[in-house]
């Protein structure tokens, strides 16, 4: 069997899950502050990669170039997920 047929499995431990709910929450009141709607700027942001959506102000840019972008994604759907189907 062909190595790309086989499903991954992806999992971010809850140490690293916790420092992710952290830095969102940082990079989110910090562009609200700035007078940024949150929600655009962090998807294009894990669209694209560019960490220009993210202002320096209070280094969220840094903080948040810090995670991986696919481990931003695992802890967002977990979070929506355990709130909104688990409920």
Known sequence: M???DETMKFNVDETKAHNVKEIMTTVYSTLEERGYNPINQIVGY???GDPAY?????????????IDRDEI???????????????
């Open 2 to 4: 062909n190595q790309f």
């Open 54 to 66: 993210i202002p320096r102000h209070n280094e969220a840019r840094n903080r948040i170039r810090h």
């Open 46 to 48: 894990l669209q694209s």
């Open 73 to 87: 994604m695992e802890v967002l759907v977990r979070t929506y997920i355990e709130k909104e189907i688990h409920e």
